[in-house]
């Protein structure tokens, strides 16, 4: 599935977008196209185990996640943006 695609999907379904790939932070902030909302894992081992225990950790926050959102985890920090 394309990235625009999965974009349009995610957001009819209500859905966050959770990937590794910045494309999908182009298409919506750069490019307009709607979205729900993306978890943007940017970290700096992809290796299973580690990003598992990243999003447990992100997670345990309680964090809400409201629509409009962009979520960076990365190693040791996460950052939040409002899609505009």
Known sequence: ?????????????KRFVVTHDSDFGTLTV???KSCYGILYLRLKTLNPN?????????????Y???PGLIVVLENNRVRIREIK
């Open 1 to 13: 599935m394309e990235d625009e695609e999965l974009l349009e999907r995610a957001f009819s379904e």
């Open 30 to 32: 750069n490019e307009g």
């Open 50 to 62: 580690f990003v598992i225990q990243v999003c447990k950790n992100f997670l345990q926050l309680n």
């Open 64 to 66: 809400e996640f409201t």
